[in-house]
């Protein structure tokens, strides 16, 4: 863990209460120079620290990710909080695989090895929210394939609920918002080594809160966005702690009646690509055009072809790229 980091966890975990340079040159084994670096880092970062003579530092939560307020908010959840983390859906991985009780949320500021579907790296730069959450679903392995929709609908509702914004989703895991691309889910299985039956799901959404363009890697800042463009957008009174326990009581409650599909007439609502014409991608390659005419009871793509046939497009199959 880097000096910044272990600063950062240190006056998070005072919730809100000065912190004097000197207490924390002695419980981190840091210089009070390395300390104001620290700092001054954790705020390029987008933190709002406040520094008082006589009082030392204090960590203004001002609607930034808090690991006492999740606490607060999700008080019969198990909280893994980061600062930063290779990938929160390893993590939760490695803990459902030990037991991890259902609702178990990882969570981090930043990833420096987020993955999404089909391989691809996801990328996690600075104003991010990054969360894995261990469920299991009273469910088949089958009905355990709803799981990406239904954190699709509950991440697009707690943002409405939390931020006033509206998102699309995009089949069969990304959120859009005004057109570019602001949230991206991976959802995969934990199986039990001696039955060989599914144990555990874990979902993995990665939230573009408040990232800047330049945050962006070059080959993706055309289609990449934010909910809010910079940490000084960000509205008085949206609070990202507000945004993830709604997004998780959502996600639990539609999990708990997967089979159910209570979600599935808010997914058709947000269909981004309702009656757009698409490419259709296999390994990368183009296979096929046509036009997209609904969503199925299982949450498949339905696409009317050139020639007049209907395909019905299932998670990890292929993938869809709207014509321009």
């Known amino acids: ?5 272990k600063v950062g966890e240190y006056l998070n975990a005072h919730g809100g209460m000065f912190v004097s340079g000197q207490e924390l040159s002695e419980q981190l084994g840091i210089s009070r120079s390395a300390i104001w670096k620290a700092v001054e880092g954790l705020r390029d970062d987008g933190l709002f620290i406040e520094a008082r003579t006589n009082k030392g530092y204090r960590l203004s939560h001002n609607g930034q990710l808090s690991l006492a307020m999740l606490r607060k908010l999700l008080p019969s959840h198990e909280i893994h909080f980061h600062e930063d983390i290779d990938s929160t859906n390893h993590e939760a991985k ?3 695989a030990k037991g991890a009780p259902d609702g178990t949320l990882c969570i981090s500021r930043r990833q420096s090895g987020g993955r999404g579907r089909l391989g691809r790296s996801f990328s996690s730069p600075h104003g991010g929210i990054y969360l894995s959450l261990v469920l299991r679903p009273h469910t088949s392995a089958e009905g355990a394939l709803l799981t990406t929709s239904a954190a699709a609908v509950a991440t697009a509702l707690a943002i409405e609920e939390s931020c006033r914004l509206h998102c699309q989703i995009k089949w069969v ?43 962006f890697p070059p080959e993706i800042r055309q289609k990449a966005g934010s909910l809010f463009s910079g940490p000084s957008q960000v509205p008085d009174g949206v609070d990202q702690n507000l945004l993830v326990a709604n997004l998780v009581r959502n996600f639990c409650s539609f999990s708990d009646h997967l089979e159910e599909r209570a979600f599935l007439s808010e997914y058709r609502k947000r269909n981004l ?22 969503i199925d009871d299982n949450a498949r793509l339905c696409v009317r072809m050139a020639d007049g046939s209907l395909q019905i497009l299932g998670t990890g199959e292929v993938s869809v790229r709207p014509v321009l």
Not at 1 to 5: A, I, N, Q, Y
Not at 181 to 199: H, M, P, R, W, Y
Not at 285 to 293: A, F, N, Y
């Open 94 to 96: 490695a803990l459902a």
């Open 173 to 215: 895991n990304d959120l859009y918002y005004q057109e570019k691309k602001v949230a991206g889910i991976l959802t995969e299985g934990v199986f039990d080594l001696e039955s060989g039956q599914l144990s555990a799901v874990v979902s993995g959404i990665g939230i573009n809160f408040c990232t800047q363009e330049r945050d």
């Open 1 to 5: 863990m880097t000096t910044k980091e």
């Open 273 to 294: 690509l309702q009656g757009r014409h698409v490419y259709l991608f296999q390994a990368g390659k183009p296979v096929g055009q046509g036009l997209v005419s609904g």
